[in-house]
Structures are given as structure tokens and as C-alpha cells.
């Protein structure tokens, strides 16, 4: 699932701050916080091409709505160890002299902290977390330089981009195979957001941006150091992912290989660092493959060889996605092998015996991930999967309820509880300890469909 599923997964924590946090929310009516508590914030309007960005940027309202995104995703604290509420302390006292700072460009980011976030293979990826501050101060930026920015790029591009999914670059890539390009050029860069050259990267922004103050800022936040076991390392390469600016930043780089692919004339879709392009012969897609490895050369990016390659598009996935071919040759769209191990790995874990006192303890856990893979895994067009997996996950609940009941005794009374003729309540409770065994067949009767309907188990199906 790779990348796909940090879009989905990651969903639970992460996910909001790695998504840029780039858009408000009108919904909300919260009260915005600090931000309320100083008149001096400014009203500077944009005014593109002058200089006026940065003092747009710190605007009041810009301001009240970058706080309402930050305090709506509730993420972790960074180096200063202060939450969003301790935040707000620090800003209603401070803020006057902060502004200041960034409007003389003598403000200084403080260094993000390292955190190590599991990966389902059991490898690890880095996330850099800024402090609350410097994600505010990020996504007042971002919401001043993406309505201008964001028109700009391809329309291959899919991630980190408002109104646009992985479901779109799923989508295009089935119309691609639909239409009889059967080959793709499967491109993962190696640790990208790792790697992202500084002085490129710079480049790239100056020639859509035009002041000084916002490029000094974000130069600032580039170089701002990684907090390892209590040590500040410095930075002279990457863009760190946890902060607000690093999404725009990775696709204002990326877009230069973006324009190159479209202006002769390749049909590809692009989501963040994975980039699969789709032709109809091996031969055309070596040719591709040799073309970007010059393209991402010159920005100094590297390929990741074992997890890129020239095939089949029915043999490799995307974005945690696979094709399959149906009746009438109709291309059609499949959850991936590696994302269903996944996903019963998940499951498992969020379900093992010591996860809940009662079977609501354990649908509250499960609820929240269940709904976020569903709604990512939506395209799949295949019941019979969903069907299996509904299943599977009703016997697992069933079987955890026999563990939770325990005893002999527990067991037949609770089933005479809910109803169970006297047969099946003894032949359950005579077969006490075989749970997995136990937990098919006559449970059925009992522990039905609609009984975890009404615990608010969703279904897949």
C-alpha cells in the first residue's frame, strides 16, 4: 500500500498536518483562538508580484483561519513540548513580537522533531513535526501561496492538491489502460521528501513567486534543524513531512517533470513522489523510463530501482490500487495483495483479546480505521472481496465475544439472553475453547448480521 496508505491510514494522525492542512474549514464555527486577542495582526491584502505575500499572509483573518486549521487537527507537539492549548498561551503574550520578526525576516524557525512512524512492512518512515507556532506561521503561508501557485500545475498532478484525490489518478490511470496502454512506467522516487535539493527547490519557487519575505521564510524553514534524541542536526537537504509547506513545495519540484511528460504528450498521473506513465509497448516505455531518470537527474532526485520498473499495468499497483480486467474487457479496479495483508494485520491488532472489555469497546476501535480504509478502497469493484472480508471480520467479533464470556456458564447464559434456543446455547458453551471453531455455524443464529448492524460495525459490502 506504500504511499497510498499513508494518504489513508495515516488518516488517523498524521495525515492532516502531511496533507498541508491546506484547506479551512467553513463548517466550523469554532472560536479562532488567540489570534482574537491582538488588533495589530495587520490587513494587508495580496497584492501579487509587490512583495505584499508575507504581509497578506499575517493578515488577521488569514491568521484566525490558519489557527482554525491547526487547532481543528489537533497534532502533536513539537521540540517545545507545548500542546495547542499551551500554544495559545504563548501567542496571546508573544504574538506581537513574533509578527515583527517574520515581517523583518529576522525570525527564526524552531527545529522540527524527529518522529519514527511504523510502516505496515515493518519498516519505518520519518515524520519531522513542527512546533505548534511554526505549523501556524506555515499554513497562514500556504493559504496565501497555493490559491496563486496551485492553478499552475499539471493537471496529471493529483496529491496535496484541494478538490483533487487519489481516487482521480486511480481513475485516470484506468481510462489510460481502458483506452489500450497496457505497459507502465511504474517510477518511486527514493526517499524524495529526504532528498529535495534546497537551492533547486528555491529556484523552482522564485520563478512563481515574487517576494523576498516569503522566499527568506521558507529558506529559513528548510534549513531549521531535526531534533534527534535530544541533539539538533542540521538540514541541508529535504523537505521534512509534518509541516503545512512541505506538499506545495514537493509539487512545485516535481511539476518541472510534470510539464516535460506533458509537452510530448505522455499519458501519465502523478500523486506526490509515485509516478506511473502509461504507453503501449515495452520498447516506448523504456524509452520513458531512460527520459526520466535524466529529468529527475537534473533535480538532483533518485530513483528507487527495486520498487520502480517497465511492465505490465495488470501486474503493478498504484496508490495501494490494482487492475484487473471484466466482462465485456471492461478495466476495472481491485484492493491490491499488499493492502489486504495490511488491512487483516490492522485488524488483527486492533481486535487481539486484550483490546476491549466488551464487544462496543472493541467496534469503537475498530469504527474509525473500517470507515477511513472503506472510504479509500471505494473504487474497488469487487463484491465478492467485500463480501469475504465482512465475513471474515463478523467471525473474528464473534470469536472475541466467546473470549470475553469466558466460562461455560457465561457463555450459555448470555446466548439464552439474546434469545438462543436451549440447543445452541449448550452446544456453544460445550465447545467453550475452541474459539475460532466455535465462533461459525450456530453463533451465527445468534451474534447476527444485524446485531453488529446495530453495534455500528460498518460493512465493507
Request: glycine share 8%.
Amino acid at each position: 500500500m506504500s504511499k497510498a496508505m499513508r494518504q489513508m491510514s495515516e488518516q488517523s494522525g498524521r495525515a492532516d498536518v502531511a496533507r498541508g492542512e491546506a484547506a479551512c474549514d467553513p463548517a466550523s464555527d469554532e472560536a479562532c483562538g488567540p489570534l482574537l486577542e491582538h488588533r495589530g495582526t495587520g490587513s494587508a491584502k495580496t497584492t501579487a508580484g509587490t512583495g505584499g505575500l508575507l504581509q497578506a499572509a499575517l493578515t488577521r483573518q488569514n491568521l484566525q483561519l490558519a489557527w482554525k486549521r491547526v487547532k481543528a487537527n489537533k497534532g502533536a507537539a513539537g521540540v517545545d513540548g507545548l500542546d495547542i492549548e499551551q500554544t495559545a498561551q504563548v501567542i496571546r503574550q508573544r504574538w506581537p513580537d513574533i509578527r515583527q520578526a517574520l515581517l523583518a525576516g529576522s525570525y527564526r524557525p524552531s527545529p522540527v522533531r524527529k518522529v519514527m512512524i511504523p510502516k505496515p512492512d515493518g519498516s519505518q518512515r520519518e515524520l519531522g513535526i513542527p512546533t505548534v507556532t511554526d505549523r501556524l506561521i506555515q499554513q497562514a503561508l500556504l493559504q496565501v501561496l497555493q490559491p496563486m501557485i496551485d492553478p499552475t500545475f499539471s493537471e496529471h498532478s493529483h496529491g496535496f492538491r484541494p478538490g483533487r484525490r487519489a481516487h482521480d489518478a486511480v481513475k485516470a490511470a484506468r481510462a489510460y489502460v481502458q483506452s489500450g496502454k497496457h505497459v507502465v512506467v511504474d517510477v518511486d522516487l527514493a526517499k524524495f521528501f529526504d532528498r529535495v535539493n534546497h537551492d533547486i527547490l528555491i529556484d523552482r519557487l522564485k520563478r512563481r513567486i515574487d517576494d523576498a519575505g516569503v522566499i527568506r521564510l521558507i529558506r529559513a524553514y528548510l534549513n531549521a534543524g531535526i531534533m534527534d534524541g535530544g541533539v539538533v542536526v542540521d538540514r541541508h537537504l529535504g523537505t521534512p513531512q509534518g509541516g503545512p509547506l512541505s506538499p506545495l513545495l514537493a509539487n512545485v519540484l516535481l511539476d518541472e517533470v510534470d510539464k516535460a511528460l506533458e509537452a510530448r504528450g505522455y499519458s501519465f498521473a502523478r500523486y506526490a513522489d509515485d509516478c506511473n506513465v502509461y504507453v503501449g509497448s515495452k520498447r516506448a516505455g523504456e524509452r520513458v523510463m531512460a527520459y526520466l531518470r535524466k529529468l529527475y537527474t537534473g533535480l538532483k532526485l533518485q530513483i528507487n530501482e527495486a520498487k520502480s520498473a517497465v511492465g505490465s499495468a495488470f501486474g503493478r499497483k498504484f496508490l495501494g490500487y490494482a487492475l484487473w480486467v471484466g466482462k465485456g474487457k471492461e478495466v476495472k479496479c481491485k484492493v491490491a495483495d499488499k493492502p489486504l495483508q495490511n488491512f487483516k494485520a490492522r485488524i488483527r491488532q486492533l481486535t487481539r483479546r486484550s483490546g476491549g472489555r466488551s464487544m462496543e469497546q472493541v467496534v469503537e476501535k475498530l469504527r474509525p480505521y473500517l470507515l477511513g480504509w472503506k472510504s479509500y478502497f471505494g473504487l474497488a469493484q469487487t463484491p465478492t472481496v467485500w463480501r469475504g472480508l465482512d465475513e471474515w471480520l463478523r467471525h473474528r467479533l464473534r470469536a472475541i465475544q466467546l473470549m470475553h464470556w469466558k466460562r461455560p456458564k457465561t457463555m450459555y447464559r448470555e446466548l439464552k439472553a439474546m434469545g438462543a434456543s436451549e440447543d445452541v446455547a449448550k452446544q456453544v458453551a460445550g465447545n467453550c475453547h475452541r474459539w475460532w471453531h466455535n465462533s461459525a455455524m450456530l453463533l451465527n443464529s445468534v451474534l447476527t448480521i444485524a446485531y453488529f448492524d446495530r453495534l455500528g460495525v460498518p460493512r465493507l459490502s
